[in-house]
Structure formats: structure tokens, C-alpha cells
């Protein structure tokens, strides 16, 4: 066994160690379900960003930055605001219930058993085929660097992150899941730097990149487009990245592995700072990983395929401690999603659709841990039966939550006329409403213009579905008197000396996106501009190109998130 072999498979035992002593203190459904909702800003944080960060950044998204737009580091940091809003106008409310899944949240909040079903199968069918895609995923990289063959490798993944969430629940997964966020991040940070470095530093291979024969418009703000290409033309790559980014958003706000994270938070001052901290720590990663994939462009432009591209690099550019590492990275990232997935499918299928059978708390979790088996055989028979497709799996299964949860979940807290049958309908309209559309996308029966995203079409469809049902329905006293609870804000929540602290964080998250503009001014708009300017023609900075107006962006959002944090938290929690 080489190097890379031997530290995937040591980093793969110490996450089942770790996960599988903790699992040892677990002692209630509660703290299996939500660790006791004694979760630090650590914790909640580590979860938060090494669920959302999954294989598909390091693979899927490195490859596009790699061959077709690696401009999208410039790109305005839109998904990241939803962790912002997210917290404030849900996660806060939705810690506040008590509840121990969303589904669960939707019961309460609706006094109804159909809406728990309903978000309880969304969540059982979405998930389940993102963790297939991130299964095999993991699987791809293990039987690619390991003497062990695909269908070995998968199933060492699936037992491996199966094992420490089955036993130790939520538990098992925020602390393993707070160990490889901090191990990916660091590698990520050495990896990035080592491969500026092998091409004589960030500016030099920025000038090399606007000069790559073959790729010349890469580093343009809106890539490489053209006839033959995903994108005809600049405004086409606009619309899509801006309806893409806005339904990643309320991806972060409120999709259920996501915002479940909240109901661990040891209190609502936990769950606002760790939204702060998540957002700017995963705009920093992903900063990094988008800034290390183009450039391996210089050492070879024709790596395919292209999702492997920090693979190859791990393989031929960095040594091989730090390939090692990096590699361990990835498949950290892929375990520590894979994790957070099943306890959420396997809590959904006990909790929300089947219920615990037993009057004890040892009853309950035994058939918890027992659901949480049955759902993970299942998936690992689906990963194996199912062709390897894991683009399109995390393509189908990635935003349906913004359009099957994302109106309900917002006027849950915000409208007192929606009624349960509207918040039943409108899950299941807008989950139909996207997946419909995308399967035959899929299947090539019918092609749709970018403005028609399905995540679009799901969206429109559960809006006015929701509007509709609720014109035609009442609200009931149950409902209604619910909602009013969720809105006074507890007297153990009013703490002023942790609610100023809280401040503070809203201030770095507006601290945040001036340093990310001046970084992409200093470090992205200048030589890129530069590189362009003829040598015998003065350098003058154009202060309005597409690419300028992209770094300006991010001082935009970040300081109006940042402004948001800080109004919510000073009026909620300060204000007498």
C-alpha cells in the first residue's frame, strides 16, 4: 500500500473510532435526535459547513471552475446568504419549537399528521438520493487510489459513516462532523498555497489563466460561452448562476440538513452566531477551492474527467504527505455529508413516518437505531444497483428543498393565513413541481429555457398553490395560537450580555464582505485587467466591468446580511 492508500484508510478508522466512543454517552432519544440541544457554536458550525460541503465542491464544482468558469470565485456570495436570513426568520423558531426533526416542526406548527408525513417522505426520497450521490462519490475516490474495487470501496464508505451514526446518532455525527470540517480546511488552505506556488504565485498563473490557449475567456466574469457550450451567451450564464444562487440560498436557509443543525444549538444566540460563522468560513473554502482549480489548468488543460481535477492535482502537483492529506480531505468531506444524510433519513422514517414503538426512552432508541439500520441497507442496495450517475443525482436532489419547503417554511413563521391543507399541498406541488421537470430534462423529452429552471418552476408552482389552498381554507385556533407562541421570545433567551456578543459576529459578517471585495479587487480584478491592457497602453482600472461589479457585490450583500444580524438581534433581545 502507497502513501495515499494507507491515510485515506487511517483517517477512515479514526472517524469510526471517534464517532463510535461518543456514541457511548448517548443516553435518550433526545440526545440521540439533538445532542441535548447542548451543541456549542463549534459544533453547530462544524456540522453547518461539513454537510453542506460535500463532494460536489471538490469535485463537481473544481471541475467547472477548472474547465469552463473560473470566474465563479469572483461570483457574489448569494447561497452563503442564506445562512444569514435563514437563521433569523426560521432557524431561531424553529429551535424555539422543540421539535426534534423539521417534519416534526411542520406537525406542531399545522396540528397536523399529513403536513409530518408529507415533509417527512420529501426528506426520505431528497436525501436518500443525495446520499447515494455522495456514496458513490466517496466510493469513486477510494477504488481510485486503494487496491480495493468500486463495489469494496463502497461499501467500506456506507459501513464506515454507517456505523458511528447508527450507534451515536446526532452526537456521532456534529463531533466527527466538526473534526473533518477542521481537517479540510486546513488541507484546503496548504493545498491552494502549494499550488500557487508550483506556478510562480497567485498573480503569475493569473496572468498565465487570461492568456490559456483554448480557454481564453475562463477567467471572464461569465466564462467560456459560445454556440457549442452550456451557456450561448454571457446573459444566459447570468440568469442561470443568479436563479441557481438564489435557490441555493434558501438551500441553506431551510433545507431540512441545513437547518436541523439549529435544533442542537444550545440556544438561540448559538443559532445566529453559528449562522454567521458558517457562512463565512464556507465563502473562505470554497474561495480557496476555486482559486486552486483553474490554475491546475497550467500544469495539464485536459484532465478528464474534469471532476477529478484536484484528485490529479493531490496526485502530480502536490508532495505526497500533502496529496495524502488532501485526498483524506475529500473523502472527509464526502463521509462527514454521508453521515449528516443518513441520521436524517433514518430519524424521518422512526420519528416522522413510522413513529417509535414503545413507552420507554430505551424502546424508542432501539427502534430508532433499528429504522436507522433498514434505511442505510437501503441505500447502500440502491448505490450498488443503481448506474454510477452522481452529477445527476446531486442534480435532482440538491434544490428540491427550495421548492417543496421554501414558501411553506417561511410563511410557517411569517403569515398567519397559511393553513395546514396549503402547507400539505404546497410541499407536495412544489416537490412535484421540480422533480417532474427534471427528470424529463433528464430523459431529454423536453428542453427548457434557463429563465425556466425547474427549481423555478417548483417554486412558482408551490407559491400559488399555497396562496390558493389558504384563500380557501381557515386557519384554525390550534394553528394559529401555535404560531403566536413561536413569536414571543423566551425569557431565558433575553440575556443581553450574550445577545451583545452576538453583535459582534453580525459585525464581522459585514467585516467579511469588504475584505472579500477588496481581496477580489487586489487579487482578481486588477491583474486580470492588467494581463488585458496592451504593453504600450497605460494601465487604467475600469471600474464598471462585469468583473469589477461582481467583486463590488460582495461588500453589497455581506453588509446588508451583516445589518440584518445586527437589527434582528438588537430588536429581538435587547429591545425592552
Same mark, same amino acid.
Given at each position: 500500500?502507497?502513501?495515499?492508500?494507507?491515510?485515506?484508510?487511517?483517517?477512515?478508522?479514526?472517524?469510526?473510532?471517534?464517532?463510535?466512543?461518543?456514541?457511548?454517552?448517548?443516553?435518550?432519544?433526545?440526545?440521540?435526535?439533538?445532542?441535548?440541544?447542548?451543541?456549542?457554536?463549534?459544533?453547530?458550525?462544524?456540522?453547518?459547513?461539513?454537510?453542506?460541503?460535500?463532494?460536489?465542491?471538490?469535485?463537481?464544482?473544481?471541475?467547472?471552475?477548472?474547465?469552463?468558469?473560473?470566474?465563479?470565485?469572483?461570483?457574489?456570495?448569494?447561497?452563503?446568504?442564506?445562512?444569514?436570513?435563514?437563521?433569523?426568520?426560521?432557524?431561531?423558531?424553529?429551535?424555539?419549537?422543540?421539535?426534534?426533526?423539521?417534519?416534526?416542526?411542520?406537525?406542531?406548527?399545522?396540528?397536523?399528521?399529513?403536513?409530518? @408525513?408529507? !415533509?417527512?417522505?420529501?426528506?426520505? =426520497?431528497?436525501?436518500?438520493?443525495?446520499?447515494? &450521490?455522495? #456514496?458513490? +462519490? *466517496?466510493?469513486?475516490?477510494?477504488?481510485?487510489?486503494?487496491?480495493?474495487?468500486?463495489?469494496?470501496?463502497?461499501?467500506?464508505?456506507?459501513?464506515?459513516?454507517?456505523?458511528?451514526?447508527?450507534?451515536?446518532?446526532?452526537?456521532?455525527?456534529?463531533?466527527?462532523?466538526?473534526?473533518?470540517?477542521?481537517?479540510?480546511?486546513?488541507?484546503?488552505?496548504?493545498?491552494?498555497?502549494?499550488?500557487?506556488?508550483?506556478?510562480?504565485?497567485?498573480?503569475?498563473?493569473?496572468?498565465?489563466?487570461?492568456?490559456?490557449?483554448?480557454?481564453?475567456?475562463?477567467?471572464?466574469?461569465?466564462?467560456?460561452?459560445?454556440?457549442?457550450?452550456?451557456?450561448?451567451?454571457?446573459?444566459?450564464?447570468?440568469?442561470?448562476?443568479?436563479?441557481?444562487?438564489?435557490?441555493?440560498?434558501?438551500?441553506?436557509?431551510?433545507?431540512?440538513?441545513?437547518?436541523?443543525?439549529? @435544533?442542537? !444549538?444550545?440556544?438561540?444566540?448559538? =443559532?445566529?452566531?453559528?449562522?454567521?460563522?458558517? &457562512?463565512? #468560513?464556507? +465563502? *473562505?473554502?470554497?474561495?480557496?477551492?476555486?482559486?486552486?482549480?483553474?490554475?491546475?489548468?497550467?500544469?495539464?488543460?485536459?484532465?478528464?474527467?474534469?471532476?477529478?481535477?484536484?484528485?490529479?492535482?493531490?496526485?502530480?502537483?502536490?508532495?505526497?504527505?500533502?496529496?495524502?492529506?488532501?485526498?483524506?480531505?475529500?473523502?472527509?468531506?464526502?463521509?462527514?455529508?454521508?453521515?449528516?444524510?443518513?441520521?436524517?433519513?433514518?430519524?424521518?422514517?422512526?420519528?416522522?413516518?413510522?413513529?417509535?414503538?414503545?413507552?420507554?426512552?430505551?424502546?424508542?432508541?432501539?427502534?430508532?437505531?433499528?429504522?436507522?439500520?433498514?434505511?442505510?441497507?437501503?441505500?447502500?442496495?440502491?448505490?450498488?444497483?443503481?448506474?454510477?450517475?452522481?452529477?445527476?443525482?446531486?442534480?435532482?436532489?440538491?434544490?428540491?428543498?427550495?421548492?417543496?419547503?421554501?414558501?411553506?417554511?417561511?410563511?410557517?413563521?411569517?403569515?398567519?393565513?397559511?393553513?395546514?391543507?396549503?402547507?400539505?399541498?404546497?410541499?407536495?406541488?412544489?416537490?412535484?413541481?421540480?422533480?417532474?421537470?427534471?427528470?424529463?430534462?433528464?430523459?431529454?423529452?423536453?428542453?427548457?429555457?434557463?429563465?425556466?429552471?425547474?427549481?423555478?418552476?417548483?417554486?412558482?408552482?408551490?407559491?400559488?398553490?399555497?396562496?390558493?389552498?389558504?384563500?380557501?381554507?381557515?386557519?384554525?385556533?390550534?394553528?394559529?395560537?401555535?404560531?403566536?407562541?413561536?413569536?414571543?421570545?423566551?425569557?431565558?433567551?433575553?440575556?443581553?450580555?450574550?445577545?451583545?456578543?452576538?453583535?459582534?459576529?453580525?459585525?464581522?459578517?459585514?467585516?467579511?464582505?469588504?475584505?472579500?471585495?477588496?481581496?477580489?479587487?487586489?487579487?482578481?480584478?486588477?491583474?486580470?485587467?492588467?494581463?488585458?491592457?496592451?504593453?504600450?497602453?497605460?494601465?487604467?482600472?475600469?471600474?464598471?466591468?462585469?468583473?469589477?461589479?461582481?467583486?463590488?457585490?460582495?461588500?453589497?450583500?455581506?453588509?446588508?446580511?451583516?445589518?440584518?444580524?445586527?437589527?434582528?438581534?438588537?430588536?429581538?433581545?435587547?429591545?425592552?
Amino acid at each position: 500500500m502507497n502513501i495515499y492508500t494507507i491515510t485515506i484508510l487511517l483517517s477512515i478508522l479514526a472517524y469510526v473510532i471517534i464517532g463510535n466512543y461518543v456514541g457511548r454517552k448517548v443516553r435518550g432519544l433526545e440526545d440521540y435526535f439533538v445532542v441535548s440541544r447542548q451543541a456549542s457554536v463549534l459544533l453547530i458550525v462544524g456540522t453547518l459547513v461539513a454537510s453542506f460541503l460535500s463532494t460536489n465542491t471538490f469535485t463537481g464544482q473544481a471541475g467547472f471552475n477548472y474547465d469552463r468558469n473560473a470566474a465563479i470565485l469572483l461570483a457574489p456570495g448569494i447561497l452563503l446568504c442564506g445562512y444569514i436570513y435563514g437563521a433569523l426568520y426560521f432557524g431561531r423558531y424553529l429551535r424555539r419549537s422543540r421539535s426534534l426533526t423539521v417534519a416534526e416542526y411542520f406537525a406542531k406548527r399545522f396540528n397536523s399528521r399529513r403536513v409530518q @408525513l408529507v !415533509a417527512g417522505i420529501t426528506v426520505i =426520497v431528497g436525501i436518500g438520493f443525495y446520499l447515494i &450521490a455522495v #456514496s458513490q +462519490g *466517496v466510493a469513486l475516490i477510494i477504488s481510485n487510489l486503494t487496491p480495493l474495487s468500486y463495489t469494496l470501496a463502497l461499501f467500506v464508505a456506507w459501513a464506515s459513516y454507517s456505523s458511528f451514526t447508527l450507534y451515536a446518532g446526532s452526537r456521532g455525527v456534529v463531533i466527527t462532523d466538526t473534526i473533518m470540517f477542521m481537517m479540510f480546511s486546513i488541507v484546503t488552505l496548504l493545498a491552494a498555497f502549494a499550488i500557487f506556488n508550483e506556478h510562480g504565485g497567485w498573480f503569475a498563473a493569473m496572468d498565465s489563466l487570461v492568456h490559456l490557449e483554448g480557454k481564453e475567456d475562463l477567467m471572464a466574469w461569465h466564462g467560456m460561452t459560445g454556440p457549442d457550450l452550456q451557456f450561448k451567451t454571457p446573459t444566459e450564464f447570468l440568469i442561470w448562476f443568479l436563479i441557481l444562487m438564489v435557490a441555493w440560498s434558501f438551500v441553506t436557509a431551510i433545507s431540512p440538513w441545513q437547518s436541523s443543525r439549529y @435544533l442542537m !444549538a444550545k440556544s438561540e444566540q448559538v =443559532v445566529l452566531r453559528s449562522a454567521c460563522v458558517a &457562512a463565512i #468560513s464556507i +465563502g *473562505v473554502i470554497q474561495g480557496l477551492v476555486y482559486a486552486a482549480a483553474p490554475v491546475v489548468n497550467l500544469s495539464n488543460a485536459a484532465i478528464e474527467p474534469r471532476d477529478e481535477v484536484l484528485v490529479w492535482a493531490a496526485l502530480n502537483i502536490l508532495s505526497p504527505l500533502l496529496g495524502a492529506w488532501l485526498l483524506a480531505g475529500l473523502v472527509a468531506a464526502a463521509l462527514s455529508s454521508a453521515s449528516t444524510f443518513l441520521s436524517l433519513i433514518g430519524f424521518n422514517l422512526s420519528h416522522d413516518i413510522l413513529h417509535e414503538r414503545g413507552d420507554d426512552e430505551k424502546s424508542k432508541l432501539n427502534f430508532s437505531r433499528k429504522m436507522m439500520l433498514v434505511a442505510g441497507l437501503l441505500i447502500l442496495v440502491a448505490s450498488v444497483s443503481l448506474e454510477q450517475n452522481i452529477l445527476w443525482f446531486t442534480y435532482f436532489a440538491g434544490t428540491l428543498f427550495a421548492s417543496a419547503w421554501g414558501p411553506v417554511a417561511i410563511m410557517s413563521i411569517w403569515s398567519d393565513r397559511i393553513t395546514a391543507a396549503a402547507a400539505f399541498w404546497g410541499i407536495t406541488s412544489g416537490f412535484l413541481g421540480n422533480a417532474i421537470p427534471k427528470l424529463l430534462v433528464s430523459l431529454d423529452v423536453v428542453e427548457l429555457p434557463v429563465y425556466l429552471d425547474p427549481i423555478v418552476i417548483g417554486a412558482a408552482i408551490s407559491l400559488v398553490v399555497v396562496l390558493a389552498v389558504s384563500r380557501y381554507t381557515s386557519v384554525t385556533e390550534i394553528e394559529r395560537n401555535y404560531r403566536l407562541s413561536l413569536l414571543k421570545t423566551p425569557i431565558e433567551e433575553r440575556d443581553e450580555n450574550a445577545a451583545k456578543k452576538t453583535l459582534r459576529y453580525a459585525i464581522a459578517v459585514g467585516v467579511f464582505g469588504l475584505a472579500m471585495t477588496t481581496l477580489m479587487l487586489v487579487f482578481y480584478v486588477t491583474p486580470y485587467q492588467k494581463a488585458h491592457t496592451p504593453t504600450n497602453v497605460d494601465f487604467r482600472f475600469e471600474w464598471s466591468s462585469g468583473e469589477a461589479i461582481f467583486a463590488y457585490s460582495w461588500a453589497v450583500l455581506f453588509i446588508f446580511m451583516g445589518w440584518l444580524m445586527y437589527r434582528g438581534t438588537r430588536n429581538e433581545y435587547l429591545t425592552t
